[in-house]
């Protein structure tokens, strides 16, 4: 508690690691980030295994790359997303999305056939090699198997999908399960409903996977949680754990406001009121971008990638 603030001192060629360890003893949320950076640090070297939460708009940033890589080195053990990322990942391996700005008129966006998420475009026929290219996966899918779970599904998409740059397709190959409580939501979502109208014997199992998720956590003997956003990606990440003990580790990252009760913006002090995370967890809230945040945290420890 006595420790002073301290100033930062940039020098031309300051590395990302010098640079986040001056900003750890600096104040406001730059010390949060600095405390984020040793909690995973801490259970890197304790052998956690680490859930990592996001949402759909963080698919559709540069942060989707920071995923991929991260599948790809085995630092992530369990993804639990939203149907949106789904949609993000699977279109972006293919087609880009469009820098653009948050000041426009949107309905001239939309009558040129261009949908807005914050400053990132999206044309109408992004969704449209979308919607073409999943009802050739899910007949493919269909031919072997009629009811899978979730999770299932998206594994077998991964090893469907013909386009390698998609965290889908990197969890596919490196067996990090995926979960996505929250499936129906989305483009993704849609054809699965109208492939369901089309084949009856068609289903989705969700009730399963919840349990697949709690027997997994369970077995953890360590775990973290690295949780950007809120929405059903964060509380089914949370709850998941919760008959396993909850999380050892926990670093949240949003932008939202605590004091509306809300749980997208819920903090991991909160959090241990319901036993989600432990009473005696190393745990923080980093209350800033997650775009700007992550990527610092990742490259600041070392071994991450």
Known sequence: MDEEIKDIHLAKD??????????????????????????????RKNNAKT????TSNMAASGLRGIFIDLIKEKKIDVIVTSSGSIDEDLIRSKMPYLRGSFEVDDKKLGEQGINRMGNVFVPNNRYEFLDEEVKAVLEKIYSRKKELTASELLKEVGLEWKHEDSFVVQAAKNN?????PG????????????FKKKNSDFNVDLLTDFQ??????????????????????????????LVGGGFDY????????????????ATTEEA???????????????????AIVFPLIVASI???L
Not at 51 to 54: A, G, M, P
Not at 176 to 180: G, T
Not at 250 to 265: D, F, I, K, M, T
Request: glycine share 10%.
């Open 183 to 194: 499936i129906t939501d989305g483009s993704f979502g849609m054809q699965l409903t109208f």
């Open 272 to 290: 241990k009121s319901w036993g989600k995370i432990k009473k005696d967890a190393k745990s923080v809230t980093i209350h800033g971008d997650a």
């Open 14 to 43: 300051i590395k990302v690691k010098e640079l986040t360890e001056q900003l750890a003893s600096s104040g406001f949320q730059a010390q949060n980030l600095g405390e984020a950076i040793e909690i995973l640090k801490e259970a």
């Open 302 to 304: 070392e071994g991450m």
């Open 250 to 265: 926990a670093v949240y990252v949003n932008s939202s406001s605590p004091y509306r009760g809300s749980l997208s913006s």
């Open 212 to 241: 697949k998720i709690m027997d997994i956590a369970s077995t953890y003997e360590k775990k973290a949680g690295i949780i950007l956003g809120g929405g059903i990606s964060k509380h089914h990440a949370i709850i998941s754990t």
């Open 176 to 180: 990090v399960e995926i979960f996505c």
């Open 51 to 54: 859930f990592l939460s996001f």
